[in-house]
């Protein structure tokens, strides 16, 4: 209470992921904010945390995707020697980060590569490459680092594989592309990192390079064929410019590499605190979709995305100004306790609306298609084959290399061979 009698106002919640205890589970701050303060003004920008919220944006198509250009331009104006870099041709014409009629010629030219029909050939071929992988885990016995060990190896050697790479492309394309990443949040990169990230392009486009020269002539099926298909589209005649095909690919990595390492890794970490649904999951292999779509909204691996406003935008409780930067909070939107029932619960046959740790709308994620393919073979060879059990009882270390990702940045687990 005031000193004249009136009574103050409460302090309604802000989000902040830079509060003690955020990291380890942001959950309670998501659910304050959607009670208290669903649609409000932190850190610069306006952040929404409400599913039907979120949805409703992301179905906006006067809602721009341009945050990152725009920012990256402006660093580089402050900064001469990034004006001619290829990071600004990156941001511009990357798929991600473009709008309207571009984004449409670009994503009309690409989708159908990411189809559930054109990608359902590589089930088995994938399946095998995870079946790799965990072979190796079981011989070396013990305890290992899901994180490092599976969740990391699988998209390294699944996109390794459809882009024809050696174990050196794989390595530099990894690196490269973790630089690279860090454009997707320009206010978090100094500008020493930004122009790592310029050197890395050309690491990351010389690896595709000598995987070209490894390629065959099949162009539906084996090594390489991610990297034929989006070659093809920049031959003469072809949608695209050989140099969007070539951001194509980069971004196909950059977008897809850890996110997907953060859906396994989460996967994984759910099996091992619900043992039940292992079993189930052993005795019908089928049910990896729905563990996969539960996986996906339970512990999104992309809490956060941004739009900028390009006019104003009437919401419920205020009206977020022209200009404005928004950030989504797609970990919010999952764990809406007004879309879904128990929300915190990891309940793989749960009814509901459809997740958003994809998005949805136009810009939806380009590759859901591919990961969710990865992340099903991962999750139903390595069940199928051992017992996941965490090791030891402490508390989990939650990756804080990004405020967009979420995943465990170790997860020492044993694994028990099944007949």
Known sequence: MEPDG???????????????????NPYPAY???RTHNPVHQSLGRWVVTRHTDVRRLMMDRT????????????LA?????????????FAEKSIVFTDGAEHR?????????FSPAALSALRKTFADLCGEIVVGLLAHGGEIDIVEAFAQAVPDRLLGHLFALDDKGVGDVRRGTGIIRKLLEPRAASGAEIEEAVASLDTVLAAFARGRQRLGDDRNAGPGMMLRLLDGLGQSGGPLQAAETELMAVMVYVAGLETTAGLIANACLALAEHPGEQRVLRRDPARAEAVVRETLRHEAPLQLTMRTA????????VTIPEGATILLCLGSANRDEEAYEEPNRFLVDRAGPPHL???????ACLGAVLAQLEAEAAVTVLVGAAELERAGDGELDWSARSTL?????RLPMTLRHVS
Do not use: W
């Open 31 to 33: 659910t304050a904010l």
């Open 405 to 409: 990702l979420r995943m465990p940045e």
């Open 63 to 74: 809602l721009s995707v341009g945050h990152v250009p725009a920012t990256l331009r402006a």
């Open 310 to 317: 390009v006019a104003p935008i009437v919401m419920p409780e």
């Open 6 to 24: 009136r009574a103050v106002a409460p302090r309604l919640p802000r989000f902040n992921p830079f509060q003690p205890g955020f990291r380890a």
């Open 105 to 113: 010629r670009l994503r009309k030219a690409v989708s159908p590569f």
């Open 77 to 89: 104006e402050r900064n001469g020697d990034l004006t001619a870099g290829r990071v600004l041709e």
């Open 357 to 363: 740790a994809f998005g949805t709308g136009l810009h």
